[in-house]
Every structure is written in structure tokens, then in C-alpha cells.
């Protein structure tokens, strides 16, 4: 089954060639290459930016204005940072003209840790995205869910910020996305550039189709009825896994796959929490002034005579960077048994 | 010399990029201190010494424009300063909050309205304009009523609902791109619409404007550098507004290049400095960049040395400095020298506006303020407000 990488691809392709997607571009983006993670091989529309990430927005925003429908990408999110006057604008250009612009764009950057890309390729961008309004911003965890994303973000009319967890680009899907083959190696062959020359080469596309995935669906990723974790990117299969180990302590967990950070679903958020009176909201992004806080902070705001225990956040720590070491990186952000000592804590929590 | 032969031969040596012959400077007595050194173009890619550059026109005894356009730039001109003065005036009197805008620059913003192709789509113009250019907006026919409740923030504002400051204007079936504070961020949005227009054909161009301390901004460097891409390059004539200030922070203490316009020549773009005080000038060398840049599907950038005449905005005092040129006064003079227009019937022209601008003033001072509630509106593009946010 497609990895999210070729799951990417494959939308991009549905995209370019059904949704009116007219540039997809940024640093290494078009041929040969297709992307560092390889997400936009084969694709018609691609090309090469100059290595300019102010540049590259401005041409987004400009497209956008002139009513093309860009994609661009920053090779990673850590080099975002000096476009975020821009990406300002972007969120606020329908709202500052008073209706009369959008900007249908959508920006994808590769986000957080996992690859041991120490101090420049581990950043995360959750928490800084959610602070500038106008945007909608999503973060899959799935290779299902990112072509998914991916469709709605090209349907829709206001800026979109694309999250793509690195470390889960190489992870092969456990739902298949309609129309792939059944066989891992016949997509290969079929959507992989291969090694050396390229200039010959043309993907083959399958015949994928849409898959009813909306910006704003929560996603019920595993049922339970003790103790409710939150989690997005990253983290979410550490989350499955660390309500696994629970089980066999006995412990049920209900896990939930946010997908899209903003504008999120309360419904099912406040649905599970209600039901649970426990929960746990778990990110990779530092600490203070974390996402998650906003979220422990609506559960308090509008939960708190239905809770059994404080909501909880676990979250990156507050340091400046996360080191090159394997154990300066495991130590900065949270890892499967920091998930699961936080859910035994909060599930077993009693005043 | 007949004047109508006298204009065709300097219109002709305008399209030659040459200088006509019997062209001598007529006054001598003109402030020259800050007015513009004479136009020059440059055929990039290699800088050319001063020494060399050619001016399209300089002074001479006719005007190389026909009356018609003339005594329309001067309208518009006129028309624009009184906006301003009375946007002044309604700040001063509590009737806003913060004037900024470009009296001083009517010379050069005029003609610049008159020679875009106004509409919406990528067949028309598109606009990216800075906090200076009431004057070309009312050149491209708008009303001045809508920049006067922009600055009282009326709900009827019709460029931000009463969201924005003075001057940042945004019009949608105009292509007139909105005005953000932001220095220099519509250099890197410019390139994106003129991608979309040179994919689209046409003559559709891309016009960004803004001034000359926000050059040193990474935003400029990325308009020459996407627009000048081998085999890419894009229809976006830049322009750059030289008042010589960035707020009190003079040209010559920041900036190390003697002209703004030699920085396009390192990417082979043709470039050229222009008199922005001078409307015939202006219009002459405007006319031949948008030539070029429709037609050729190339950038031109353009520095035009400009006036600030009313300081940098109402954060230091919004009041007439003395010792800059003023463009309209000077132009008065000219049209009159040459039995365009009297005096008289300029300063007829003048106070009809003034009461016009002090109309629509009263007008506007009687205009609801938006509701509170509507901070929720235009969150989204088509969408109602944010659905997790608690609305009260
Ligand atoms: C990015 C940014 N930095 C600083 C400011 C504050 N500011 C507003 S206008 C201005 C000076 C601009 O000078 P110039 O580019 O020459 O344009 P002028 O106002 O002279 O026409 C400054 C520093 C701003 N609006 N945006
Ligand atoms: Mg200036």
C-alpha cells in the first residue's frame, strides 16, 4: 500500500488534473528531483523556484490573487519562519478587504522530528501556524488521510497550510486509497522515478478517485470508554500503540486523530471527553503556548463539571533546538512510553 | 516651428530614445535642488555611466502632450491633492485616526493611472500599489468619497469596511490588489500575478509601487530576481517612488547606491530614473516601460524621484515642508506659460474641489461606524465565521 509520499503524489496528480491546480513548485520540486521526500515526481504541473521561501509565497499568494491555484512547498518547515509576515497577509487579505479577495493557495512543508535532523530539520509548526488566523491547517497521519487532505485542501477557497510529518512519510498505509494497486511494488513501478536518468521517464497513474475526507473531521482512530487521547502527526501512532499497552493493563482508551488543527471538530472532541471524562492532548511542538494548551483550555472552559481528572498536555520541551543525538532527540519530544506513563497517570488520576 | 511639428518631432525622438535637437532648457530659474536628474534609459544588461544615458525629452518651449491630456492629468492631479489636503484636515479635526497618502507625488501617479488597462482577470492590469496612490486610483476613475470614509472608518469603507488605514485601498473588479503596511511585501506577491498573465497571453502586465527605503527589503531583490528567471521572464513593471526618505531616515545615510534603478541592470532588465515631478516626463517614460513590458513580456524598472510634501503621515505632523518642489505648482506655471490654462482658471479648478472634498467629508461624517459583531465576517472567503470559536 502507498507510503503518504506517493499518497501525496497521487493526489497532486488528481489535483493537476481534476481540481484546477495550476503551479506546484518550491526548491526542488520539479524535475529531477520531485521533492527532497520525493512528494511531486511525475507531476505536469511542477517546476524548480529559486532558493527563496519569501519568494516562494509571494508567487503563491500572486497566483493565487490572479486566480490560479497554487501549491507551494517549503522543502521544511524550519525555513518557514521567514515568510510568517506573509503567511500573515495570506490569512488575512479576505478579511482585511472586506470580502472582496481570497487566496485559494495551499503551502505543504514537512514538519517535526524523527529523521534525526537535529537543530534545522526537526522543527514543528503547529503552534505557529495556529496563531494566524485566515488559514486552515491540517496534519495527516495516514497515507489515506493525506490524499484525502489533500483533495479538500485543493477545493478550497482560502489559504490552506499543509503539515506532512516527516518521520511517517516512508510508513506504508493500512487503508488502501481507491484505485491503487494491491501489490507495493506495482505502484512503485508505476509512480517511482527511477534511479539515475529521468529525463525518459513519465509515472504511470492509477486511477485514484475522491475518498470523502473533509477539512475539520476528527477522526475516532480507536473506541474506548476510561480515558480520551488527542493527537495529531507524529505522535498519533505513538498514541494507538501506547492505548494498546494500556489495554493489556486494562485500561481503555479512546483515540483520536484531530487531522485538521484549525478550524478543528469540537463535536467530536467534546463527544469523547464527555464520555470519558479523562483526556490527554499529545503534540510534538514546544510546550508553552502549545496548540494542546488551547485545547486544555476549551475543555476546561466548557467540560469542567463533566471531568474526572485535569486535562493533560504532553508536548515537545521548551529548548531551542532538538540535538542530533539520538538521546537529545528522544529526550526533547515525546516518545511512545512518555504517551504511555501520561495515559496510565490520567486514567488511574483520582482527587 | 509650428508646435503641433515641434510635438510630433519630440513625441518621435521619445520613441528613439533620443533627444531632439532643438530641445533647450527653458527656465533656468526652476528649484532644481531636489527635482530629478533627467530620465535616462538604459538598454540592459550592461550599466551604463551616467554620462551616457539618453533623456526621452527635456525641457522645451512646446509640450510634447496635446491639451486634452494635459488639462486632464492637471484635473486629476488637482483633484487628488484636494482629497488629500482634505483627508489631512479630517485628521487634524478628530475625524480619524492616521493620514498617510501621497500629496507630491500626483505628477508621477497620475500618469501612471492613465496608461494602466483597467479590469478584473488576467487580461487587465493588475495592481499593487503602496499607501501613496489616491492620485492614481482617481486617475483610474474611482470616487473620492470612497478614500474619505476609508479615513473617517466608516462601515461603508469600500476597500476594507472601516478595517483599514487611510489609503489602503483594494478593488477587486479593478485588479487593484489590497494595500497592506507591510514595506515592500507586494514585490513578492507582484511576480505570482504576472506568472498567471504571461501563461494567460494577452497584454495583461503586473504594476508593484512602492518607495525607496523599503528597497532594502529581501522583497525586492526577490521581485528582480523571479521576474528576471532565463526563459521566464515576467511582464511586471517595477516601480520605485524616490521621496529620498524612509520616514526621518534620509536616502543618502542607507542606501549606497546612487540609483535605485541601477540595481534591475545586474539582471538584464532594462531600467531607467525618471522626473517624477514632471507629469509630461513622467508620462513619456511611463508610456514607453508599459510599451515595452506588454509587448515584450519583460520587466522594467522604473525609479521616479518624487516630492514628499506633507512629511511621512500624520505620525509627524502631516504639515507642508518647505523646500521640496511641488509638482502641481510647478505644472501650473508651465501650463500657463504656455497658454494651456491661466492661473485663474487653475485656481477656479482648485477651490471647486476643495468644496467638493468638503462635501463628501460632511457626507461621510454622518456614516455609521461598522458593528462590533462584523469582526466575525470574512474569516473565510464564502463561509460564515469559524465554527469552534465561542462567537460573544
Ligand atoms: C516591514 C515594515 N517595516 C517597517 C514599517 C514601518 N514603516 C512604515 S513606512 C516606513 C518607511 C517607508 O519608506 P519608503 O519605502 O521610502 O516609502 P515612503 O513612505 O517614503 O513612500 C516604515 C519604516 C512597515 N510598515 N513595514
Ligand atoms: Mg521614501
Known sequence: MANMAQALRMALHYAEEKLGVTDIFGEDVGPPLGGVFTCTQGLRTTWNSPLDERGIIGMAMGIALAGGRPIAEIQFCDYIYNTVDLLKLAGNTCWASNGQWNLPMVVMTPVGSGIRGSIYHSHSFDASATHIPGWKIVMPSTPLDAYGLMLAACKEQNPVMFLIPKALMRIKGEEPIPGEPGEDKALSRLIDAPLGDRSQWKAQWPDTGEVGIDIGQAKVVREGRQVTVVSYGRTMPLCRSAAEVLAGEGVDAEVLDLRTLWPYDWATLKASIEKTGRVLFVNEDTEVTNFGEHLVRRTTDELFYQLLAPPKLLAGKFVPGIGLADTLETASVPQEHDVVQALRELATQAP | ?392
Open chain 2, 1 to 392: 516651428m509650428a508646435r503641433d511639428a515641434k510635438k510630433l518631432e519630440v513625441v518621435k525622438a521619445a520613441k528613439q530614445g533620443k533627444k531632439p535637437a532643438a530641445a533647450k532648457p527653458r527656465r533656468t530659474s526652476r528649484p532644481e535642488a531636489k527635482v530629478a536628474q533627467p530620465a535616462a534609459v538604459t538598454a540592459a544588461p550592461k550599466p551604463q555611466p551616467v554620462s551616457a544615458f539618453k533623456p526621452i525629452i527635456t525641457r522645451s518651449d512646446e509640450l510634447p502632450l496635446d491639451r486634452a491630456l494635459l488639462l486632464r492629468i492637471h484635473d486629476t492631479m488637482v483633484k487628488a491633492r484636494c482629497l488629500e489636503e482634505r483627508l489631512i484636515a479630517m485628521y487634524k479635526s478628530g475625524h480619524g485616526y492616521f493620514w498617510i497618502g501621497g500629496p507630491g507625488e500626483e505628477a508621477f501617479n497620475v500618469p501612471l493611472g492613465l496608461l494602466i488597462k483597467k479590469g478584473e482577470g488576467p487580461a487587465f492590469d493588475y495592481l499593487h500599489f503602496h499607501y501613496r496612490q489616491s492620485a492614481t486610483f482617481l486617475a483610474l476613475g474611482e470616487e473620492p468619497l470612497g478614500a474619505i470614509r476609508q479615513m473617517k472608518n466608516t462601515a461603508s469603507d469600500p476597500y476594507s469596511g472601516g478595517r483599514n488605514f487611510a489609503g489602503h485601498f483594494s478593488k477587486r473588479e479593478w485588479n487593484l490588489c489590497p494595500v497592506s503596511s507591510p514595506i515592500e511585501v507586494q514585490y513578492a506577491m507582484a511576480p505570482g500575478t504576472a506568472h498567471v498573465q504571461k501563461r494567460f497571453g494577452g497584454d495583461g502586465i503586473t504594476i508593484v509601487t512602492g518607495g525607496d527605503a523599503g528597497t532594502a527589503e529581501g522583497d525586492f531583490a526577490s521581485c528582480l530576481v523571479w521576474s528576471s528567471r532565463p526563459g521566464q521572464e515576467l511582464p511586471v513593471l517595477i516601480l520605485v517612488t524616490n521621496n529620498r526618505w524612509g520616514i526621518s531616515t534620509p536616502y543618502g545615510q542607507v542606501q549606497g547606491v546612487e540609483r535605485l534603478s541601477d540595481r534591475g541592470a545586474a539582471f538584464g532588465m532594462r531600467t531607467k530614473t525618471i522626473d517624477g515631478n514632471d507629469p509630461i516626463s513622467s508620462y513619456l517614460e511611463l508610456k514607453e516601460a508599459f510599451e515595452y513590458v506588454r509587448t515584450e513580456r519583460k520587466p522594467y524598472l522604473v525609479e521616479a524621484n518624487v516630492s514628499r510634501l506633507f512629511g511621512h503621515s500624520s505620525a509627524s505632523g502631516a504639515n507642508l515642508i518647505k523646500g521640496e518642489p511641488d509638482c502641481l505648482e510647478l505644472f501650473e506655471e508651465k501650463l500657463a506659460a504656455h497658454g494651456v490654462l491661466s492661473r485663474a482658471d487653475a485656481k477656479a479648478l482648485r477651490a471647486r474641489y476643495v468644496e467638493e472634498m468638503a462635501e463628501l467629508a460632511r457626507q461621510a461624517k454622518e456614516e455609521p461606524l461598522p458593528d462590533g459583531s462584523t469582526i466575525w465576517e470574512h474569516v473565510y472567503f464564502g463561509e460564515g465565521p469559524p465554527d469552534p470559536l465561542p462567537k460573544g
